[in-house]
């Protein structure tokens, strides 16, 4: 499973592309052979001012043959911003895998 970080505008670094390879690793190791590619894109719409929620997080996981997962989660850091989209991603992967595992049993028992 391939992990890439990508930054948009000027993100303050409160996390390091290794640490947040890592934990996007972490959350996502158990489905490692079924995700090819995973890509988190980093945003900071206020740039180096404070603002409400203008931290975002957008993380894409690809498979092959499947459309790719997406999501995104905003917030006032990027810590939290990277959280939640990690937590969003996890539980939309387990979503889509156990659809695919109901269907494919399905079609077997057919």
Not at 58 to 87: F, Q, Y
Request: with cysteine; hydrophobic share 35%.
């Amino acid at each position: 499973m391939l992990i890439e970080v990508r930054t948009a505008g000027t993100t303050s670094g409160e996390q390091s592309f290794a640490e947040v390879k890592a934990e996007v690793h972490a959350a996502l190791d158990q489905y490692g052979d079924r995700l090819r590619r995973i890509d988190v894109h980093l945003s900071d719409a206020a740039g180096r001012k404070s603002g409400h929620d203008d931290k975002s997080c957008m993380i894409e996981a690809r498979r092959d043959g499947c459309e790719p997962i997406v999501v995104t989660h905003l917030d006032s850091t990027m810590e939290k911003a990277i959280h939640g989209a990690i937590h969003d991603l996890k539980r939309s992967v387990q979503s889509a895998l156990g659809k695919e595992a109901a269907r494919d049993q399905r079609r077997d028992h057919h």
